[in-house]
């Protein structure tokens, strides 16, 4: 039989199965409004990508690379089209929102509709899913039809990655937020520096990441590790085009050991069990420091926003009732006590960062420190405590949820798992994080865009190879997705659908991965000694 007719078959045959399977639309997170058609668009290495609108260009190229990574499929950028081609236009609409797309596939092309780079973007993401999901014949995609309208629910969609207490390096940095970008996630919030180890280089104390950079959660004898500024630069590049913003956090005036150990004239003391915990807020000289490390990590992250931790100063600022710069700090300012002169640290730091025309971001604790309202975020941790929550909204802060019941990651995920944090033996699971939602938390009125979004938040202490950070982190990220993103209308039964698709992405990928679905698959990763036990999963 004559080679085109048997791929003919199959090619009529696989556009017939095509819109049968794919009847529940395949995305993650869930798009706003969605219509299934009837036909189907074919996609080849002559369709052509047509960019109407110039600003769009960056998110075309992403397409491009990531169309040839995953399918092998090379496309090119062109004016216009004799054949069904992908286009990119720019909406007329004057009430489209920020990140909003239309996307309409059927056999005639693809349309993209964006008001903003970051709408097209997530629309080529949307095509990009499906793709992934649609079976390749002859170097052929058979995408089904969808009419799609799509918006985000919160601006603020993040991760944050704890890289003090186990270092991954960029590679690895770049898988997450190249899967971030996968589940349109817009915030790497990179927790850099705390006890165990400083992660980033500083040119004007490089003793920061030399010495400060030993060490782990561990093992304290772990050669240095930190990332230079060209590594920094490379990946806040990196993440940019794939419309994700990176925040910094400088952990102060508490979890400074490993700053201390490389420059300890700025130590104010420790707690047992917190060595070296603090900077000293007594010394004129530690205000000098530290503002010269914000300026050279505010001049690397284009962000213009700056996270300085401020949590848990209490569990090793006892040193600071009995140092005598800090005696004399309290008696010239009168500061009744170590609350006080927490606040007043804070609030001079605070200074820095806004004279370098940026935003302070901080956990909870600093609700309290009457922080200017307008240049500050606060990010609620402590589900315990909804009355910081209260006080936050009701001083004007603008919000980012992160409570650790759901969205601590370090968290175990099913009832079986040990190796992990558990909270009065509660877990985060899979639904538990699907059904996030503010209404749990926020029963009073607040102003419509005072809580900017939700953010997961993985802390290393039990996160010793990629392995077992996979694990934690995947399928997870999806759900966190679907909270972030979709309406407060959500199906837990049929994202589990959609989400089976998506597991296979992940086995693809080689990520070691907890599968809901059967969670004996594969075991959990748990510690032996200073490693983490490794598992094959059979690829």
């Given at each position: 039989m004559n080679l085109k007719i048997v791929f003919s078959i199959l090619l009529v045959a696989l556009i017939s199965k095509t819109v049968k399977s794919q009847e529940n639309c395949p995305i993650v997170p869930l798009p706003f409004q969605v219509?299934?058609?009837t036909d189907s668009f074919l996609l080849d290495q002559n369709t052509a990508?047509?960019?109407?609108?110039?600003?769009?260009?960056?998110?075309?190229?992403?397409?491009?690379?990531?169309?040839?990574r995953v399918k092998q499929i090379p496309l090119s950028i062109q004016l216009s089209s004799k054949k069904p081609a992908i286009t990119i236009r720019y909406s007329t609409q004057k009430n489209?929102?920020?990140?909003?797309?239309?996307?309409?596939?059927?056999?005639?092309?693809?349309?993209?509709?964006?008001?903003?780079?970051?709408?097209?973007?997530?629309?080529?993401?949307?095509?990009?899913?499906?793709?992934?999901?649609?079976?390749?014949?002859?170097?052929?995609?058979?995408?089904?039809?969808?009419?799609?309208?799509?918006?985000?629910l919160y601006p603020w969609r993040g991760i944050m990655l704890d890289e003090s207490r186990h270092f991954f390096g960029k590679e690895k940095v770049k898988s997450i937020l190249d899967w971030m970008a996968f589940y349109k996630l817009n915030k790497f919030h990179w927790h850099l520096t705390d006890e165990p180890a400083?992660?980033?280089?500083?040119?004007?104390?490089?003793?920061?990441?030399?010495?400060?950079?030993?060490?782990?959660?561990?093992?304290e004898l772990q050669p240095a590790k930190y990332y230079s500024q060209e590594d920094v630069k490379e990946i806040v590049a990196y993440a940019a085009e794939r419309f994700i913003t990176v925040i910094p956090e400088i952990d102060m005036p508490g979890h400074a050991t490993a700053a201390n150990k490389a420059y300890p004239q700025?130590?104010?003391?420790?707690?047992?069990?917190?060595?070296d915990f603090t900077f000293n807020p007594g010394k004129e000289g530690t205000y000098l420091f530290l503002s010269n490390i914000l300026r050279e990590v505010n001049t690397l992250f284009p962000s213009g926003m700056v996270h300085l931790g401020g949590d848990e100063v209490v569990y090793g600022n006892q040193k600071w009732a009995e140092d005598s710069a800090i005696q004399d700090l309290m008696l010239k300012s009168g500061l009744k006590d170590r609350k006080e002169v927490e606040s007043y640290f804070m609030k001079r730091m605070a200074d820095s960062v806004y004279q370098m025309n940026a935003k302070l971001l901080v956990w909870d604790e600093m609700a309290e420190s009457n922080l200017a309202k307008d240049k500050t975020i606060i990010f609620w941790w402590r589900q315990e405590k909804p009355a910081m929550l209260k006080l936050a909204l009701s001083k004007g802060y603008h919000v980012v949820l992160c409570p650790r019941l759901p969205l601590y990651f370090d968290f175990v995920q099913d009832s079986?798992?040990?190796?992990?944090?558990?909270?009065?033996?509660?877990?985060?699971?899979?639904?538990?994080?699907?059904?996030?939602?503010?209404?749990?938390?926020?029963?009073?009125?607040?102003?419509?865009?005072?809580?900017?979004?939700?953010?997961?938040?993985?802390?290393?202490?039990?996160?010793?190879?990629?392995?077992?950070?996979?694990?934690?982190?995947?399928?997870?990220?999806?759900?966190?997705?679907?909270?972030?993103?979709?309406?407060?209308?959500?199906?837990?039964?049929?994202?589990?659908?959609?989400?089976?698709?998506?597991?296979?992405?992940?086995?693809e990928a080689g990520l070691y991965y907890f599968d809901p679905f059967e969670p004996n698959k594969f075991p959990e990763p748990?510690?032996?000694?200073?490693?983490?036990?490794?598992?094959?999963?059979?690829?």
């Open positions: 219509a299934k058609g990508i047509i960019v109407e609108d110039q600003n769009f260009l960056s998110a075309a190229h992403y397409f491009q690379a990531e169309l040839l489209a929102g920020a990140s909003a797309y239309l996307l309409n596939i059927n056999a005639q092309g693809i349309t993209i509709t964006a008001k903003d780079a970051s709408g097209a973007f997530y629309g080529l993401v949307s095509i990009l899913q499906i793709a992934r999901q649609s079976k390749l014949i002859s170097g052929t995609l058979v995408l089904a039809s969808w009419t799609i309208k799509d918006h985000p400083w992660r980033i280089e500083i040119k004007k104390y490089p003793r920061l990441g030399l010495i400060g950079g030993i060490g782990d959660y561990l093992n700025f130590n104010g003391g420790g707690a047992p069990g917190h060595p079986t798992h040990h190796y992990g944090r558990k909270w009065n033996k509660l877990y985060n699971s899979l639904e538990d994080v699907y059904n996030f939602s503010k209404d749990n938390y926020i029963k009073e009125s607040v102003a419509q865009d005072q809580i900017l979004g939700i953010q997961a938040n993985l802390w290393t202490e039990t996160v010793q190879n990629e392995q077992r950070l996979d694990y934690l982190l995947f399928p997870r990220i999806t759900a966190l997705a679907e909270a972030a993103w979709s309406s407060e209308r959500k199906d837990f039964t049929k994202f589990k659908q959609r989400l089976k698709e998506h597991l296979l992405l992940f086995r748990v510690r032996i000694g200073l490693g983490i036990k490794r598992f094959d999963m059979g690829l």
